[in-house]
C-alpha cells in the first residue's frame, strides 16, 4: 500500500514557469521528503523537512509542511528542461531505519 | 566516491524461473534496502537490512521472495519460480546511518517475466 498520494498525476509546463505539486498523506509521521526520478534511473533525493518544520528551501526548490492537512507541496521555480522527470514524495516514519513509504508520484515534463 | 549499483541492468525470465538481483551498497553504508516499483507506479517496500541483520521483511510479496546480506555489504534479492506479476522495477538504497531518512538509490534492476 501507498501512503502518499500526488496531485497533480501529470503536469506541462513552459520553461520558465514554477511547477507546484501536492502530497497527501495518511499517518502521522516523523519527516517527508521529495524524490526525483529521472526516465530509466534511480531515485534522487531532493529535499527533507521534518514534522516541526512548516517551510524549507534548497535551491529552486521550496517545500512547505501542514501537519494538520497532512499535506506537502513542491515548489520548483524557474523551471528548466532539465526537471524534466517523475517526482515523489516519501515519509518516514518514526523508527529509525524504517523504510520509506511513497507516493505513486507526478510527471512533470518542461518543454523548452 | 562510488553510489549504488546494482546488476544486472535487464533481466529477463521465462516464467517459472528463478532469478538473483544483486546490489552493491555504498561502501561503509549501514542500512540497505529493497523496493519493488511496478510501472507507473512509486517504490513499494520489500525489506530492510541492518549490516548482515534483516531486520524487516514485511513487504515481500511471498515466500518466493528472498533476501539476504551475509556479510554486512552486498546484499542479493532472490525470486524464485518467477511470475508474470513480478515484472518490476527492484530499487537498492542505502544509508550510511540508521537514524537517516535520506536514502541513496541504485539505478534499479528492470525485470521481465515472460
Known amino acids: 500500500s501507498q501512503q502518499g498520494e500526488e496531485d497533480p498525476q501529470a503536469l506541462s509546463i513552459q520553461e520558465g514557469e514554477n511547477a507546484t505539486m501536492n502530497c497527501s498523506y495518511k499517518?502521522?509521521?516523523?519527516?517527508l521528503q521529495w524524490y526525483r526520478q529521472n526516465s530509466g534511473r534511480g531515485l534522487v533525493h531532493l529535499i527533507l523537512i521534518r514534522s516541526n518544520e512548516r517551510e524549507k528551501h534548497s535551491g529552486r526548490l521550496r517545500v512547505t509542511l501542514d501537519t494538520s492537512k497532512k499535506s506537502s507541496s513542491l515548489l520548483i521555480t524557474a523551471s528548466r528542461a532539465a526537471d524534466t522527470a517523475s517526482y515523489f514524495c516519501?515519509?518516514?516514519?518514526?523508527?529509525?531505519?524504517?523504510?520509506?513509504?511513497f507516493g505513486k508520484g507526478t510527471t512533470l515534463s518542461v518543454s523548452s | 566516491g562510488a553510489g549504488v549499483s546494482q546488476s544486472p541492468r535487464y533481466k529477463v525470465a521465462k516464467r517459472g524461473q528463478d532469478v538473483a538481483l544483486r546490489c552493491d551498497p555504498i561502501s561503509g553504508h549501514v542500512s540497505l534496502f529493497w523496493y519493488q516499483q511496478a510501472l507507473g507506479q512509486g517504490p513499494e517496500f520489500l525489506t530492510y537490512?541492518?549490516?548482515?541483520?534483516?531486520?524487516?521483511k514485511s513487504g515481500l510479496p511471498s515466500d518466493r521472495f528472498f533476501a539476504e546480506r551475509p556479510e554486512g555489504s552486498v546484499s542479493t534479492l532472490k525470486i524464485q519460480r518467477t511470475q508474470q506479476e513480478d515484472s518490476a522495477v527492484y530499487l537498492c538504497a542505502s544509508t550510511n546511518d540508521p537514524n537517516s531518512y535520506e536514502q541513496y538509490f541504485g539505478p534499479g534492476t528492470r525485470l521481465t517475466v515472460t
Open positions: 516519501a515519509t518516514g516514519l518514526n523508527q529509525a531505519g524504517t523504510a520509506l513509504i
Open positions: 537490512f541492518q549490516n548482515e541483520a534483516q531486520l524487516d
Open positions: 499517518t502521522s509521521i516523523n519527516n
